[in-house]
């Protein structure tokens, strides 16, 4: 919803034409967009800083392309996340301005969101094993409006890998951390800057590693206090909260 949309709604409450449920009903109707399948929030935007992104595992292409249609026609760039190549390839056939990065499973319409963000942002892997979850914060901080700094296979088990990054890691606004294993990683980048680190454990292990749980508990468990932990594989998550702190650096 924008300025005019609320103008307008106000005229017809002032004019008498509408009373006060059917106002209520009208800004409702203007923040959602419905589907087949969906109620879109459209004024997500407004209120969290960026728009709705669509989950796009166990959603049909259809539904997908539905609320696409809806979130562009409403301005906004379109992010879908766990989208798998053939519904990639669906969605391509119908959207003009897409961009699929298959590693990721995220599928990408239109510019991004803010282009004018100031703050910066490093993606960190432990591993190569890491990199489908760390390209998954890359696409969303890109559809944002970040272009990160990209650090891949600096883990613990080659710790010069990571003294040779860190004057990089020490001009980063908020710094992504991806591992699995143990998943120690977070803690020894925590340990050398001042900045937030979101710590993403992956799946990534061997069998005493649980499918990420083991990487999960250590980094909870982190005595870096500016180390903070999202869910096992929640790429998305990382790249989304990182962009939030890089849109509140002030522009130089």
């Known amino acids: 919803m924008d300025t005019e949309d609320l103008k307008r709604i106000g005229?017809?409450?002032a004019a008498g034409r509408l009373n006060l449920e059917q106002t209520l009903a009208a800004l409702t109707d203007a923040m959602t967009a419905r589907t087949d399948d969906a109620v879109v929030d459209l004024d997500r935007s407004r209120r969290c800083g960026f728009p709705e992104v669509i989950f796009g595992e166990g959603k049909s292409p259809e539904t997908i392309a539905e609320i696409a249609v809806q979130l562009r026609g409403a301005g906004h760039p379109v992010l879908a996340t766990r989208v798998d190549a053939e519904k990639a390839l669906t969605l391509s056939q119908r959207f003009e301005d897409a961009r699929y990065n298959e590693i990721a499973r995220c599928f990408r319409i239109g510019d991004p969101v803010d282009a004018s963000i100031a703050g910066r942002v490093a993606v960190v892997t432990a591993g190569s094993s890491d990199r489908p979850v760390a390209e998954e914060s890359l696409e969303t901080l890109r559809w944002m409006g970040v272009e990160p700094l990209v650090i891949q296979d600096i883990g613990v088990a080659g710790p010069q890998r990571l003294l040779a990054r860190v004057s990089e890691l020490r001009r980063q606004d908020a710094i992504i951390v991806v591992a699995g294993m143990e998943g120690a990683l977070p803690s020894v980048v925590g340990g050398h800057v001042n900045c937030p680190?979101?710590?993403v454990p992956t799946s990534v292990g061997y069998g005493?590693?649980?499918s990420g749980l083991a990487a999960l508990l250590g980094m909870l468990n982190s005595c870096a206090s500016n180390v903070t932990v999202v869910n096992i594989d929640a790429g998305f998550?990382?790249?989304?909260?990182?962009?939030?702190?890089?849109?509140r650096i002030p522009k130089s």
């Open 197 to 199: 680190v979101i710590a």
């Open 237 to 247: 998550k990382a790249g989304y909260v990182a962009g939030l702190i890089a849109k």
């Open 11 to 13: 005229r017809e409450l």
């Open 208 to 210: 005493a590693s649980f």
